[in-house]
């Protein structure tokens, strides 16, 4: 994790920075504060089935999480867990799988600068 130095955003498909053209005023582009400010997590609800995704870049991790489903999130002055629960109907419930289960979990611990 480079928190001093992040990944550069605010560049366009061609590899052209924008970012200042798309929005006037703003500091920097979204990831870059968020490094800089010691964002450890940044969730994002999305509403197609199926399309749950973690990844993480420069020490901030990106959570899509998709309908049905929640996120159960659990903070504590130690750590945050984040466990991603999937939803069915009753009667709809896939082989294998059952309404509230726990389908994908992580915990973290907070971040200390260094």
């Known amino acids: 994790m480079n928190r001093e130095q992040p990944a550069e955003g605010g560049h366009n498909t ?20 968020c490094v800089k400010h010691g964002v450890n997590i940044v969730y994002h609800g999305h509403d197609h089935d199926l399309l749950y995704v973690k990844e993480e870049l420069d020490g ?8 049905p489903g929640h996120l159960r999130v659990t903070v504590s002055p130690d750590e945050v ?20 289960q726990v389908a994908h979990e992580y915990t973290l611990r907070p971040w200390q600068p260094t």
């Open 60 to 67: 901030v991790i990106y959570q899509e999480v998709p309908q």
């Open 14 to 33: 061609a590899g052209v920075n924008e970012w200042n053209l798309q929005r006037p005023g703003w500091e920097m582009p979204i990831h870059n504060l």
């Open 81 to 100: 867990r984040s466990e991603y629960i999937r939803s069915f109907l009753p009667g709809k419930e896939p082989r294998g799988h059952r309404n509230g």
